[in-house]
């Protein structure tokens, strides 16, 4: 209904207008009413409007070149450099991660090649040692039952001689001893001659 | 006036201009040309200007856009279309910009203008045409007899191709600007009912509830509308573009 209404208000002075067109000032045109902009278009649909063409085509122009300039040089350039940067540093980070993986993994097998060679070596050692060990305590054995063996034959040539020294002397102490029994009893000295005679003949074969 | 559902659409001049007896006025039309050109631009200038390699919320929205368009173009003309990246990104980031623009109450609506749609599309078919000439010389006119087909058919398919190609320019700005202009129209219309309702009194005021929810809802969708105009126009200039880039098909 207002719409009508509108239409029905603004239809002469349409024709008013449209009989001297052109430039109406820009002041003039904002100071008016809605109806008055109906009357400036000429009753026409505003974007079937032919006379504002020029000037929309030329400013489109003008405005979208820019705009199409300021992207291909500047916009474009400038998001797809930061994308293709992000793009590069992931890429590198990547590449940098598998490198860190493959030296890791080569540090690894490293160790467990060390680990094993150190193993060998170990056991090596210890068998080295354990046999070294064996040799020597068979060889103080050896040489502590040698040792033993000649203190033994030592000890048994002393005895043997500390015995025969011994019976040597018994014969001598007998004698003395007689002698001084036969003195104390009968009060006179018997011979050297005869109590070692007696002495012989009283004492065992050998001794 | 606040009723006429076409006031919007209005061009006013701000600094006349008049050249061989041609009016190049300096409009709202022009103003809000250089305001979409000014906030598309300021804003893809500004978002990046941290050049972060962990983006922040605008820088995301930058790169995301980029990133749609380059991805559009790349499925659309393969990678031999993606010289004509800066164009696609320009025309997607014109186009939706100047369309949420129009959004804002008492703006004016670039792309509302059958002209400027038509401008647009002409340039998209236009820079078909020179490309497909230029890459494949007389072998672009393959583009109008799809191979497979029997010869008895040829003269009856070839011209329904070349209607269609005739038609691309017409069906993209007619599809643009026709969207734009009638989701303005029906927005202003509901509100314009809230209005005139609630003028009749209490009453009007109870009736008025059901075009404000309409208004309320009509404003989600045109911002649908918006952004889904400027990706339809990209995406077909990215399939008109592959014509170009690879000649028949």
Same mark, same amino acid.
């Given at each position: 209904?207002?719409?009508?209404?509108?239409?029905?208000?603004?239809?002469?002075?349409?024709?008013?207008?449209?009989?001297?067109?052109?430039?109406?000032?820009?002041?003039?045109? #904002?100071?008016?009413? +809605?109806?008055? #902009?109906?009357?400036?278009?000429? +009753?026409?649909?505003?974007?079937?409007?032919?006379?504002?063409?020029?000037?929309?085509?030329?400013?489109?122009?003008?405005?979208?070149?820019?705009?199409?300039? %300021?992207? &291909?040089?500047?916009?474009?350039?400038?998001?797809?450099?930061?994308?293709?940067?992000? #793009?590069?540093?992931?890429?590198?980070? %990547?590449?940098?991660?598998?490198?860190? &993986?493959?030296?890791?993994?080569?540090?690894?097998?490293?160790?467990?090649?060390?680990?094993?060679?150190?193993?060998?070596?170990?056991?090596?050692?210890?068998?080295?040692?354990?046999?070294?060990?064996?040799?020597?305590?068979?060889?103080?054995?050896?040489?502590?039952?040698?040792?033993?063996?000649?203190?033994?034959?030592?000890?048994?040539?002393?005895?043997?001689?500390?015995?025969? &020294?011994?019976?040597?002397?018994? +014969?001598?102490?007998?004698?003395?001893?007689?002698?001084?029994?036969?003195? &104390?009893?009968?009060?006179?000295?018997?011979?050297?001659?005869?109590?070692?005679?007696?002495?012989?003949?009283?004492?065992?074969?050998?001794? | 006036?606040?009723?006429?559902?076409?006031?919007?659409?209005?061009?006013?001049?701000?600094?006349?201009?008049?050249?061989?007896?041609?009016?190049? /006025?300096?409009?709202? $039309?022009?103003?809000?040309?250089?305001?979409?050109?000014?906030?598309?631009?300021?804003?893809?200038?500004?978002?990046?200007?941290?050049?972060?390699?962990?983006?922040?919320?605008?820088? *995301?929205?930058?790169?995301? *856009?980029?990133?749609?368009?380059?991805?559009? !173009?790349?499925?659309?003309?393969?990678? $031999?279309?993606?010289?004509?990246?800066?164009? =696609?990104?320009?025309?997607?980031?014109?186009?939706?910009?100047?369309? !949420?623009?129009?959004?804002?109450?008492?703006?004016?609506?670039?792309? *509302?203008?059958?002209?400027?749609?038509?401008?647009?599309?002409?340039?998209?078919?236009?820079?078909?045409? =020179?490309?497909?000439?230029?890459?494949?010389?007389?072998?672009?006119?393959?583009?109008?007899?799809?191979?497979?087909?029997?010869?008895?058919?040829?003269?009856?398919?070839?011209?329904?191709?070349?209607?269609?190609?005739?038609?691309?320019?017409?069906?993209?700005?007619?599809?643009?600007?026709?969207?734009?202009?009638?989701?303005?129209?029906?927005?202003?219309?509901? /509100?314009?009912?809230? $209005?005139?309702?609630?003028?009749? @009194?209490?009453?009007?005021?109870?009736?008025?509830?059901?075009?404000?929810?309409?208004?309320?809802?009509?404003? @989600?969708?045109?911002?649908?509308?918006?952004?889904?105009?400027?990706?339809?126009?990209? =995406? !077909?200039?990215?399939?008109?573009?592959?014509?170009?880039?690879?000649?028949?098909?």
């Amino acid at each position: 209904m207002f719409v009508t209404s509108a239409f029905a208000q603004t239809a002469p002075e349409a024709t008013e207008t449209l009989v001297a067109p052109g430039v109406a000032p820009a002041g003039e045109v #904002h100071t008016e009413t +809605g109806v008055a #902009h109906d009357a400036a278009a000429g +009753g026409v649909f505003p974007p079937f409007d032919a006379s504002t063409y020029p000037s929309q085509l030329l400013w489109l122009v003008i405005t979208f070149g820019l705009f199409y300039l %300021l992207m &291909q040089k500047l916009l474009v350039p400038r998001v797809g450099g930061i994308l293709e940067q992000r #793009h590069d540093r992931i890429a590198q980070d %990547l590449d940098e991660a598998s490198r860190l &993986q493959s030296e890791a993994d080569a540090a690894v097998a490293t160790y467990e090649k060390e680990l094993a060679e150190a193993r060998a070596k170990a056991g090596a050692i210890g068998e080295t040692a354990r046999e070294a060990a064996k040799t020597k305590a068979a060889a103080d054995r050896t040489a502590i039952e040698v040792e033993l063996a000649q203190k033994l034959s030592a000890a048994e040539a002393r005895i043997g001689e500390i015995k025969t &020294q011994a019976f040597a002397q018994v +014969g001598t102490i007998a004698e003395e001893t007689a002698g001084a029994i036969v003195d &104390q009893l009968i009060g006179a000295k018997a011979t050297a001659d005869d109590i070692k005679a007696a002495v012989a003949a009283a004492s065992p074969k050998g001794a | 006036m606040a009723n006429d559902p076409t006031h919007q659409f209005q061009i006013q001049k701000i600094i006349p201009i008049e050249i061989g007896g041609m009016d190049f /006025s300096f409009t709202n $039309a022009s103003l809000f040309m250089v305001a979409t050109v000014a906030s598309a631009a300021g804003f893809l200038y500004f978002a990046t200007s941290q050049r972060g390699l962990i983006p922040g919320r605008a820088q *995301s929205v930058a790169e995301m *856009s980029y990133e749609f368009i380059a991805g559009m !173009l790349r499925e659309g003309a393969g990678n $031999a279309g993606m010289k004509f990246f800066p164009m =696609v990104f320009t025309l997607f980031m014109f186009i939706l910009t100047a369309n !949420l623009l129009g959004m804002f109450p008492y703006f004016f609506t670039v792309t *509302s203008q059958i002209i400027v749609t038509f401008a647009l599309s002409v340039f998209v078919v236009g820079t078909v045409v =020179v490309y497909g000439f230029y890459k494949h010389g007389i072998h672009f006119l393959s583009v109008f007899a799809p191979s497979g087909v029997p010869k008895v058919l040829l003269p009856l398919v070839s011209s329904i191709e070349i209607i269609s190609f005739l038609s691309r320019p017409i069906s993209l700005s007619v599809r643009l600007f026709a969207n734009m202009l009638a989701g303005h129209i029906t927005l202003k219309v509901f /509100s314009g009912f809230v $209005a005139s309702m609630g003028a009749l @009194g209490a009453l009007g005021v109870g009736g008025a509830i059901l075009p404000l929810l309409m208004t309320v809802a009509m404003t @989600g969708l045109e911002f649908l509308v918006a952004f889904l105009q400027a990706y339809v126009f990209a =995406v !077909l200039t990215c399939m008109y573009l592959n014509d170009a880039v690879h000649g028949g098909h």
